[in-house]
């Protein structure tokens, strides 16, 4: 069975540091392009930062310099580094694959909260 699961969200203080892990499991995760979405409340899910199978990334210009975003193809798992944590990081943060056409069944995300 294809899954999701996202762990890693918390309680942080703005400048502070938390790491987001998405682990796989049913699919082949080394050839899947990946990456991690939120959505903070009230608003729609956005993609925030990508990695192709290669290892190529990508970012959205409001993480870029903060956020890095890695993968262990041995571990099936996605990674989400995120430091200099600011307030509008708030969100729910979910992993999938990067094209909308292929995306899995969304699994249920993990609450980053950054607050002073």
């Known amino acids: 069975q294809e899954q999701l699961v996202e762990s890693g969200g918390g309680l942080a203080q703005p400048g502070g540091s938390l790491r987001l892990s998405c682990a796989s499991s049913?699919?082949?995760?080394?050839?899947?392009?990946m990456a991690w979405y939120r959505q903070a409340p009230g608003k729609q899910r956005v993609m925030v930062a990508t990695?192709?199978?290669?290892?190529?990334?990508t970012y959205a210009d409001s993480v870029k310099g903060r956020f890095t975003i890695y993968r262990d193809n041995a571990k099936n798992t996605l990674y989400l580094q995120m430091n200099s944590l600011q307030l509008e990081d708030t969100a729910v943060y979910y992993c999938?694959?990067?094209?909308?056409?292929?995306?899995?069944?969304w699994g249920q995300g993990t609450q980053v909260t950054v607050s002073s």
């Open positions: 999938n694959r990067v094209i909308k056409t292929r995306w899995l069944n």
């Open positions: 049913g699919i082949t995760f080394s050839v899947n392009d």
């Open positions: 990695i192709g199978s290669l290892g190529l990334t």
